[in-house]
Each structure stands twice: as C-alpha cells, then as structure tokens.
DNA sequence: ATGGCTGCAGGATGCAGA
C-alpha cells in the first residue's frame, strides 16, 4: 500500500498537476494539505475518475485538508481534538480496510508559526500539544497508524540547505523541534529516516529566490508511523520531480509503501 | 534566504504562506 502526503498549495490551481502526478504514481493513499477550498468547491469528481474516495476537510481561502483512498472508508473524523473554538481546518482522519485488518491514516496540516514571539507561534505550539495528546491516544489501539502531513517543522539541521538562514524561523525554533521529537518519542517511526538519513532530502523549495534551482530546500513533509505501521515499511521516496514541473506546488509528495497482503 | 513568488477573495490590492 502506497501512502503520500502532499501540500498542494490551492486544489483548484494545482488541479492538473495533481492528477497527473496521481496518474503516474497511483498511491492508494493520499493526505492532501492546503486545499485552500471549501467543501462543496473541491474538484472531486475529477479525483473520483481516477478511482479516489474522496473526503474533504476544507474552509474557505486557506488552509484546508483532504483524504483520497482507492479502498472506501470505514470511517471518517474532522478536525484535532482539544480546542472546540479552533476554527482552522487542518486535520482529517480516515480508516480503511485491509485483509486482517484496518489502517488508519491522520492528514495534518501544521500551522506556520510565523513569526515567533507572537500568538502565531503560541497557537503553533499549542497545537502540537494537541496533536501529541490525539497520537497518544491513538497509540493505544494498536493499529497501523501513519500520521501524514506538512508538520512546517525542520526536524535537524540536515533538513536543510543552509540551517543557520532558518534560526529565526518558527519551522526551526527550539520548541517546533522539541515538540516533533515529543511526538516521535511516543514511539513513532520517521519513514522517510527510517530508509535514508542522508542530507539533502527536501521536500518544499520556496518559490522564491530562484530556491529550486540553487536546491535551496527544507524537509518539512513527514509520514510517522505507529509500531504497528512501522513494521510494514518497505520503502519511502520523495518525489522531488515533480517541483520541476509546470504550476508546481512549492511542497513534493512524498510517499511510503507499506506491505499488506493484497495491497 | 526575514522574501525576489504564488494563490485566494474579490473585483484593487491585502493577506497568508515558509
């Protein structure tokens, strides 16, 4: 089973470049972040032709998530737990069958931060607490569980190109990397680190600065799987072409294979 | 390398992103 997260900046403006990375990869799982859509303006159809269940989580203007999978889903759940007046949707969760068994599959959009010493970065920090209580609880059923999405955090220094132009930057701060190892250390595996600690694995490139050409990139688009996840892994790739193409996003998909039998 | 771009809402330009 094929699991990617991708932050596609605008589901209508990226509409052609979605499908065709989704005709060439065909992933069985996708978490999509920043849909910058409502609900009933999501293009679903055109996800549903290529064989995609479709569940959206979105608001209008910005931010905004989405789930497709090629197995229906059993069931589904919007929004982070803990704070009934967050308004800002960045969080869907779906469950799909497999033989023996079920996979769960949180999308998550982690929100920016920027700039620090403000309540931008306060509701950051605070939502990753959030995020940490909703893994831990989620932890104790004992499922494949992959936990997918734009986390806007730069794990290490080897997550970037030049680390010291990120030191003032929410992404990069003392607390965000704290808060992402808080969660790993509840026992998840990082995929993509798990197959290749090598430097130099970015997954956004700002659009800015001419940022791809000088590889001048972060890797802020994580999958961490749950024990039960973690065992199936297979193989995690970034799919770093696709920045290159025409309207790209300024975030790459990246993807995790994960053996089930069948799929 | 503190934004030189891009998307969105709205119908000009301000806001947000990272």
Redesign the pocket.
């Known amino acids: 089973m094929r699991i990617a997260t991708w ?1 596609i ?6 509409i052609e470049t979605a499908l065709s990375w989704l005709e060439e990869a065909a992933p069985d799982v996708v978490c999509l ?6 609900d009933e ?1 999501f293009p679903r159809e055109a996800f549903e032709r290529l064989g995609y269940n479709v569940e959206t989580h979105g608001q ?4 905004g998530v989405a789930l497709l999978s090629k197995l229906p889903f059993d069931e589904v759940s919007r929004g982070l737990p803990g704070d009934p007046d967050d308004v ?1 949707a960045r969080f869907i969760e779906g469950v799909v069958s497999v033989k023996g068994g079920v996979v769960r599959v949180g999308c998550l ?7 620090i010493g403000t309540e ?1 970065f306060d509701y950051k920090l605070a939502w990753m607490r959030r995020l940490e209580a909703h893994a831990r609880e989620r932890l104790l059923l004992e499922e494949p569980f992959v936990l997918a999405g ?1 986390y ?1 955090v730069i794990p290490d220094g080897k997550d ?3 680390p ?8 990069y701060q003392p607390e965000s990397r704290m808060a992402f190892r808080s969660l790993l250390n509840l026992g998840f595996t990082d995929a993509l680190r798990a197959v290749d600690d090598s430097p130099g694995r970015y997954t ?8 791809w050409q ?5 890797r ?1 688009d994580h999958l961490l799987l749950s024990p039960q996840a973690a065992d199936r892994l297979q193989g995690c790739e970034v799919a770093s072409h696709v920045r290159g193409w025409e ?5 790459v998909p990246v993807v995790a294979m994960l053996g089930f039998e069948g799929v």
């Open positions: 932050n900046n605008g589901v209508k403006a990226r972040q920043e849909i910058k859509s409502i303006g209008k203007g910005f931010n800002q959009y982690l929100p920016n931060g920027n700039p931008k734009d806007n970037a190109w030049d010291r132009a990120w030191v003032n930057d929410a992404l956004f490139w700002d659009y800015q600065a001419g940022s000088k590889n001048w990139g972060i802020i309207k790209p996003s300024d975030h």
